[in-house]
C-alpha cells in the first residue's frame, strides 16, 4: 500500500513550532535533531500507520526516542491526522477536543 497523506492539525503543527523554538535557544543543533527525529516519526506513520499501538480515543501513538514527545494521530481513510505533538509530562489528553480541520474546496 503507498503511503498515505499526513496532515498536522494547526495546534499540532503550533506545538512543533514551539518546542523547536524552546530547544534553539538552549542549542541549535538539538533543534535541529529535535525537527528531524518529529520528521522522521511523521514519514514513518504515512507509511505504516497501523503499526504504532492504540492510544486514547481512537488515536495511535508514536513516541519519540531521543525527546520527550509523543506523535499523537488518527487514520481517517487514506489520510492520518497529527492530533497532537505532546510532551510526556503535559496533563494527558489536553488534545481531546481538537477538531479535525476542514477540508479546503481548493
Same mark, same amino acid.
Given at each position: 500500500?503507498?503511503?498515505?497523506?499526513?496532515?498536522?492539525?494547526?495546534?499540532?503543527?503550533?506545538?512543533?513550532?514551539?518546542?523547536?523554538?524552546?530547544?534553539?535557544?538552549? =542549542?541549535? =543543533?538539538?533543534?535541529?535533531?529535535?525537527?528531524?527525529?518529529?520528521?522522521?516519526?511523521?514519514?514513518?506513520?504515512?507509511?505504516?500507520?497501523?503499526?504504532?499501538?492504540?492510544?486514547?480515543?481512537?488515536?495511535?501513538?508514536?513516541?519519540?526516542?531521543?525527546?520527550?514527545? =509523543?506523535?499523537?494521530?488518527?487514520?481517517?481513510?487514506?489520510?492520518?491526522?497529527?492530533?497532537?505533538?505532546?510532551?510526556?509530562?503535559?496533563?494527558?489528553?489536553?488534545?481531546?477536543?481538537?477538531?479535525?480541520?476542514?477540508? =479546503?474546496?481548493?
Amino acid at each position: 500500500m503507498p503511503a498515505r497523506v499526513v496532515r498536522l492539525f494547526p495546534e499540532a503543527e503550533a506545538e512543533v513550532v514551539a518546542n523547536e523554538r524552546w530547544y534553539a535557544q538552549r =542549542s541549535p =543543533s538539538v533543534a535541529t535533531a529535535f525537527l528531524a527525529e518529529v520528521d522522521q516519526a511523521i514519514a514513518r506513520i504515512g507509511e505504516t500507520p497501523e503499526t504504532w499501538p492504540r492510544y486514547r480515543r481512537g488515536t495511535r501513538r508514536f513516541i519519540l526516542r531521543r525527546f520527550p514527545f =509523543s506523535v499523537v494521530y488518527r487514520i481517517d481513510g487514506d489520510v492520518v491526522y497529527v492530533v497532537a505533538v505532546a510532551h510526556a509530562k503535559r496533563r494527558p489528553e489536553y488534545w481531546r477536543r481538537r477538531k479535525r480541520p476542514a477540508r =479546503s474546496t481548493a
